[in-house]
């Protein structure tokens, strides 16, 4: 087995960063089992796995006003294959089984289903928000296989959003969430069926069900 971390890397011999290095580690000994340098480099990073435990690993690097890589990255005999997953337009991923990635854009103005081998979704906030709303929160994701969770508002920056279930597949409206109270804009789909939602003091757990 193996884990993975972003190490900094030393500059080249011209001085200039070549980008961070990913590395495979063996998880009994801590002996390097691969590596590959990333096209990101002083980023903040952020792991993420798939619910069915595929073996790739969505890397998310944020470099601030750089943009943002998100980064498959699976370990084979053969090293580190690292590919491109999104844009850094799009840098906010929610990951489901059999590698489907839903991802939000900068702005919020639109969200983007991909899956290796099929054509994408894109569906614009104008489409199926009111007028002149747009996607927040920047955490979409999958309550499960068939549900996706989203939250919008009227602005990028509100404290409070309406919180949406959208069908997995057309990312198409199915349901107003209706809590008991004030929800926020944060909101953590897990993968089985429910999500987490938190305020200051607070982190909940809930069910459509």
């Not at 601030?64 to 998100?70: A, E, I, K, M, P």
């Not at 939000?104 to 290796?116: A, E, I, K, M, P």
């Amino acid at each position: 087995m193996s884990f993975w971390r972003p190490w900094p890397d030393p500059s080249g011999g011209d001085g200039v960063s070549r980008g961070d290095i990913c590395r495979a580690l063996d998880v009994a000994t801590g002996e390097v089992l691969a590596e590959h340098v990333l096209p990101s480099f002083s980023a903040t990073y952020a792991f993420q796995q798939f619910p069915d435990a595929r073996p790739e690993v969505l890397l998310t690097a944020s470099m601030g006003q750089d943009g943002t890589h998100c980064l498959l990255i699976t370990y084979t005999t053969d090293g580190l294959d690292v590919r491109a997953a999104g844009t850094t337009e799009e840098p906010y991923v929610g990951l489901g089984t059999d590698g489907v990635l839903v991802s939000q854009d900068v702005g919020g103005d639109y969200l983007c289903r991909t899956q290796g081998g099929a054509d994408g979704v894109i569906v614009e906030a104008g489409e199926v928000l009111p007028e002149e709303w747009v996607f927040v929160g920047y955490t979409p994701g999958f309550v499960d296989e068939k549900r996706v969770l989203v939250v919008a508002a009227e602005e990028q920056w509100a404290e409070e959003g309406t919180h949406l279930l959208l069908d997995a597949r057309t990312l198409r409206p199915l349901a107003e969430v209706d809590y008991p109270e004030t929800s926020g804009v944060f909101a953590v789909p897990l993968g089985d069926g429910t999500w987490l939602t938190a305020d200051a003091e607070t982190v909940l757990r809930w069910s459509s069900v």
